[in-house]
Structure formats: C-alpha cells, structure tokens
C-alpha cells in the first residue's frame, strides 16, 4: 500500500466516449503528477499540480483534460481518444513539486485501452 | 534529455551482482532510483544529490558522479526479490537548483533465476 490509489485499475473505451480516471492521495502531499506508460517508452510527465495549481502541461493534447479540486485528489477527463493513446496512465504525489529531491510515490495505475 | 540506462537487460542468477548506469547529457540536481515490478506501482528506491555523494540500503546502493553526469545503481548478492524493472529518474539543474521535474529513462529489466 503506497497511499496513492487509483480507480479504475482497467479501462476500455471507444473513441467517442468521455471517461474520468481518479486518483487519490492519503499522505497529505501537496503536489500530484499524471504519468503516462506506453510499451517500450519511458514514463512520461503529463501534467504537474502543486497546491491545486497547474505548474505544467507538458504539451498533452487537449482530448485529455486533468482537474485538481483539492490537494488530495487528481482527476484526467478523458475523450475523443486515439488507439494510440492506450496505455498505463500513473499518477503519483510528492510532498511538494520536485524542488530538491522529494520522492514520489506512484499509484498502481490505470490500465486504459482505447478501441 | 532523457537520460541513457543501461544495460537495458540483465539476467541474474541468485546471489551474483548487477550494475545499472543512468547517463544524462545534462547538468544534473539530482538522480532517483525506482524499481517496478510487472503490473505494479513504481516504487522509490533512494535520491542522490549533486555533490558525488553515494547511498545505499541492504544490499542495493547507488553512486552519482557530478563530473560525468552519471549514476549507478549496485546491487549485490541479488535476490529473486529484486526483479522488476528499474528506472532512473533525473532532474535537471537550474541555477543552483531543479527545474522541478523528474525525466525518466527507458527502464533496465532485471530478472533474477534461482
């Protein structure tokens, strides 16, 4: 058990849909992450909240739509999505955004297949 | 700016020792270690800072030269537990301190045979 969750742990969906992945975090971090992990590709930063404020959006289409309502819980809407966006989608927090060496501690992920 | 890992697989017998190297073409703050089992969560191994210094626990240490912008993870005496993948995670200096987010390799897969 990390302290971060994620649900759901599986996800089809088609193209037209819009589905939300949730994450939430017990440890009382301020900074949360979305990672994506596609096969054969290193992890990669999606977005980055700190204190419930977007600090970075690294170039993500927007078919993919994060929200942060409080420190404890990140969402990623999710629609009109690619094949090619299936993948492992992680979320992680750190006690505050990377400024010096915190660790993060990473959910089990969302599996998510987009047919 | 993705760091460089290798080797990119290894195989192990029980009790034999591995290194993996993490490579960066950047200026580095820091380096994190993670090690992620198949189908789980990445879990954090340790943090090295700037300034060359080396850290370890049980039998799995790691070292960051600041010259050669580099990292290494040990691990000695392997046990089957320690399979997984292993990922180095770099923050990029910036003035004296990090740009603020972590940059992951492509992974090295350790397996390890009894």
């Known amino acids: 058990e990390t302290g971060v969750t994620q649900t759901p742990r599986h996800l089809v969906m088609g193209m037209t849909n819009k589905k939300s992945l949730k994450c939430e975090q017990h440890l009382g971090h301020n900074a949360m992450y979305w990672y994506k992990q596609s096969a054969k590709k290193p992890l990669e930063l999606m977005f980055v909240?700190?204190?419930?404020?977007?600090?970075e959006n690294n170039s993500v289409p927007s078919r993919f739509s994060p929200e942060c309502p409080n420190s404890s819980h990140l969402f990623l809407h999710l629609h009109t999505l690619q094949p090619e966006d299936s993948a492992l989608y992680l979320c992680a927090s750190s006690q505050d955004r990377l400024a010096g060496g915190d660790e993060q501690y990473f959910g089990p992920g969302t599996r998510l297949t987009v047919t | 700016q993705q760091p460089v890992q290798s080797p990119q697989a290894v195989i192990l017998r029980e009790g034999e020792d591995a290194v993996i190297n993490c490579s960066s073409s950047k200026a580095l703050y820091s380096v994190h270690w993670y090690r992620q089992k198949h189908g789980e969560a990445p879990v954090f191994l340790m943090i090295l800072l700037k300034g060359g210094e080396q850290k370890g626990h049980d039998k799995i240490s790691a070292s960051f030269n600041e010259k050669k912008q580099q990292s290494s993870l040990y691990l000695t005496a392997s046990q089957l537990s320690y399979s997984g993948t292993y990922f180095c995670?770099?923050?990029?200096?910036?003035?004296?301190?990090?740009?603020?987010?972590?940059?992951f390799g492509k992974g090295t897969k350790l397996s390890v045979k009894p």
């Open positions: 909240y700190n204190f419930k404020e977007q600090t």
């Open positions: 995670g770099t923050e990029i200096g910036y003035y004296g301190g990090s740009q603020g987010n972590l940059i």
